[in-house]
């Protein structure tokens, strides 16, 4: 049968949903891949003939991460919509023709519904970070701000209307392009009303159940690992020559000041006594190893590979990273920008593998202080047991089983 799998975001936010495709596919079904330009390389190395949405959101993360204003980075938002919107909905529209069910990531919910509501295709939604109502949990989007269990539950409510909101005009243009009749329903309300099914693919050790969500709501694990590639001869023989590094990883939160963050790296290293290997992502570095081979930089790290040779980790807290992290048995100092970031935070204090405080507020000596706390033993043998705890984890099956019932389903 043909499952169709949308995705829009960054790699971190890309991942999750292509390993839900690479499982589906293993199973015999026809998947069709959706996603934006800049992972588009990455599918198609998987060997997915991916449908093409020709967005680029680079520029505009990078232009929150330098502001850090909500505000502008809604603006910004809107003005892609205005630009690309109709591109955005063709393209998933397209990717969706003739599935049998569709998977969708979050920053494609609404869309999806709108398409599967046309199509009377199943959907499933596949979440690396909660969304469901909980007085368990505040928003994941609330950023450092800490909400009273009381006040949990409407907090969530707040924020489903404020996207709701937001995104009313987008909606309202995809639902005449289908040719739906009607009010823009709430997205939420509907999810709840038809019960789709929720699969979270993060792991139940990071991230337990809450036990006032239902049931469609699911924690399902976090994909299986796997190494994309060989490691390039440099890095493993770097990786080689010497003690564990730290690794420093900022994924796709491109970095203002480069300079300035790689100079505050050495400081620390050096007065640690530790080597560092940093993982460029986004932003732009000299690429390879110093002078005195203390420091490598690297564009883009197979974690799955790389991070078990290293001995603590310095990530931006996004939910693929503070996974691999945590699943390779090391402790983290977690710098949180936004979005979901400071919900991981959270729970990597909680659970005694890390540290936790917002990248704003980095200076060389609170990192060298956080890092000297995280390599210590008591961190890195609590890390070790949460890593053995999560080495077997692959949400993706799961996901598969529910897609795989939902078909089952509208075929009897």
């Avoid at 949308?6 to 999750?16: A, I, K, T, W």
């Avoid at 019960?195 to 036990?211: D, G, I, K």
């Avoid at 080495?391 to 078909?407: F, H, K, N, P, Y």
């Amino acid at each position: 049968m043909k499952v169709a799998v949308l995705s829009l975001g960054s790699r971190g936010d890309f991942e999750p949903n292509l390993a839900v495709a690479e499982e589906l596919r293993t199973r015999g079904h026809d998947v069709a891949l959706t996603t934006n330009t800049a992972n588009l390389a990455r599918a198609h190395g998987a060997g997915f003939d991916a449908v093409e949405i020709p967005v680029d959101l680079g520029p505009i993360l990078k232009q929150f991460m330098a502001s850090r204003n909500l505000v502008k980075f809604g603006l910004e938002i809107a003005r892609l919509e205005s630009r690309s919107g109709s591109d955005i909905d063709d393209a998933l529209i397209a990717g969706s023709a003739g599935a049998d069910a569709i998977v969708t990531s979050p920053m494609t919910i609404l869309r999806a519904q709108c398409i599967a509501e046309v199509g009377r295709q199943p959907l499933i939604v596949n979440l690396p970070y909660p969304l469901e109502r909980s007085n368990e949990y505040h928003p994941s989007f609330v950023g450092d701000f800490s909400v009273p269990t009381a006040l949990r539950r409407p907090a969530h409510a707040v924020f489903e209307q404020v996207h709701m909101q937001s995104n009313w005009m987008p909606m309202r243009k995809l639902r005449r392009k289908l040719g739906l009749s009607g009010a823009v329903p709430n997205a939420f309300a509907r999810m709840r009303q038809q019960q789709t099914p929720h699969e979270l693919l993060v792991s139940p050790v990071l991230f337990p159940r809450p036990t006032d969500w239902p049931d469609y709501c699911r924690v399902v694990g976090m994909p299986g690992s796997s190494g994309e590639s060989e490691l390039t001869p440099d890095l493993d023989q770097w990786l080689s020559e010497g003690d564990k590094p730290v690794f420093f990883g900022f994924g796709s939160m491109s970095v203002p000041d480069p300079a300035a963050l790689m100079e505050l790296i050495a400081a620390v290293a050096n007065r640690l006594g530790v080597r560092a290997l940093v993982g460029a992502g986004w932003t732009e570095l000299p690429l390879g190893a110093n002078s005195d081979r203390t420091i490598f930089v690297a564009r883009s790290i197979d974690y799955a590979r790389v991070l078990p040779r290293c001995t603590a980790a310095v990530h931006h807290g996004g939910s693929g990273t503070t996974h691999d992290v945590a699943r390779a048995g090391i402790p983290a100092v977690l710098t949180s920008v936004g979005g979901d970031q400071p919900l991981w935070g959270g729970r990597i204090e909680d659970l005694g593998i890390g540290v936790t405080f917002p990248f704003r507020n980095m200076t060389a000596d609170r990192l060298h202080d956080a890092l000297s706390t995280v390599t210590a033993d008591r961190y890195q043998e609590r890390a070790k047991t949460i890593g053995h705890a999560m080495a077997e984890e692959d949400g993706t099956v799961q996901i598969s089983d529910t897609v795989e019932r939902l078909m089952g389903e509208i075929c009897v």
